[in-house]
C-alpha cells in the first residue's frame, strides 16, 4: 500500500511536470535552451563545481517557472474578475522567474565565455577581412530581402508585422557587424543583448510570433556572414 501511494506521488509530480511543459511557453523554452547546455558542457572539460553550478542554476530556473504556473492557476481558480492583489501575486511570481532567468544567463556566460572565446576569436578573424563600409551594404541587403519576403508571403507591412521580423532581421545584423569589426566578444555579447531586446519587444507586442522572429535573426546573421565573406 505504502509502495502503491509512493508510485502515485511520483506519478503526480510527473503529470505537473508535463501539464507545465505542454501549456507554459516559458517553460518550454527553459527546458529546451537546459538541454542545448546540458549536451554542450559534453565537449568542454567542466570541473564536478561548474557542473553542480550549471545543475543547480537548471534547477532553480525550471522550479521558478513551475512555481510561478501553480501560482497562476491557483489565482485562476479562485477568481476570474480583476483583483490588484491577485495581480501583484502574478507579477512577483514572474519577477522570480526573471530574476532566475537572469542568473542563469549571467552563470552560463561566466562559464562557457573563456573557453569559448579563443574559438570564437578566431572564427572573427577568419570572416572579418573586409572594409567596414560593408555594415551599411548589409543593413541595406537585409532590409530589401526582408521587403521581398513579406511582399512573397503576402503578409505584414514592411515595418510591421509579417514574415520574416524586420526588426529582428535588421537588429541581428547590425549586432553580427559589430561582432565581426570588433573582434571583442564582450562587445559583441552586448551587441547580441541588444538584438534579443529588439526581439522581445516584437514577440512582447504581438506584432512578431516567435517563429518570425527566429526567422528573422536567422536571415540577418546569414546575410552579414556571407557579405562579410564575400568581400574578405
Known amino acids: 500500500m505504502r509502495v502503491r501511494k509512493l508510485l502515485d506521488s511520483f506519478n503526480y509530480a510527473f503529470e505537473g ?3 507545465a511543459l505542454k501549456t507554459q511557453k516559458n517553460m518550454k523554452i527553459h527546458f529546451i535552451v537546459s538541454v542545448i547546455v546540458l549536451v554542450s558542457s559534453l565537449f568542454f572539460n567542466f570541473s564536478k563545481v561548474e557542473i553542480i553550478l550549471l545543475l543547480l542554476t537548471i534547477t532553480i530556473v525550471l522550479i521558478a517557472e513551475m512555481i510561478n504556473t501553480s501560482i497562476e492557476s491557483t489565482i485562476d481558480l479562485i477568481t476570474d474578475q ?6 501583484i501575486a502574478k507579477n512577483v511570481a514572474a519577477g522570480a522567474v526573471l530574476i532566475a532567468a537572469l542568473n542563469a544567463i549571467i552563470v552560463a556566460y561566466l562559464i562557457f565565455f573563456h573557453r569559448l572565446n579563443p574559438y570564437t576569436h578566431r572564427v572573427l578573424t577568419t570572416v572579418r577581412r573586409s572594409p567596414i ?13 526582408t521587403i521581398g519576403l513579406k511582399a512573397y508571403f503576402g503578409k505584414g507591412t514592411a515595418l510591421q508585422g509579417g514574415m520574416p521580423s524586420g526588426h529582428a532581421a535588421i537588429a541581428f545584423a547590425l549586432a553580427s557587424s559589430i561582432t565581426f569589426v570588433s573582434e571583442n566578444m564582450f562587445i559583441g555579447t ?3 543583448l541588444m538584438a534579443l531586446l529588439v526581439c522581445q519587444s516584437r514577440v512582447e507586442t504581438k506584432i512578431h510570433s516567435v517563429f518570425e522572429v527566429i ?10 556572414v556571407i557579405l562579410f565573406q564575400f568581400f574578405g
Open 17 to 19: 511536470i508535463i501539464y
Open 82 to 87: 480583476y483583483n490588484i492583489f491577485a495581480k
Open 133 to 145: 563600409h560593408i555594415t551599411f551594404i548589409i543593413f541595406l541587403v537585409v532590409i530589401f530581402v
Open 190 to 192: 552586448l551587441a547580441l
Open 215 to 224: 526567422a528573422g535573426s536567422l536571415l540577418g546573421i546569414m546575410v552579414t
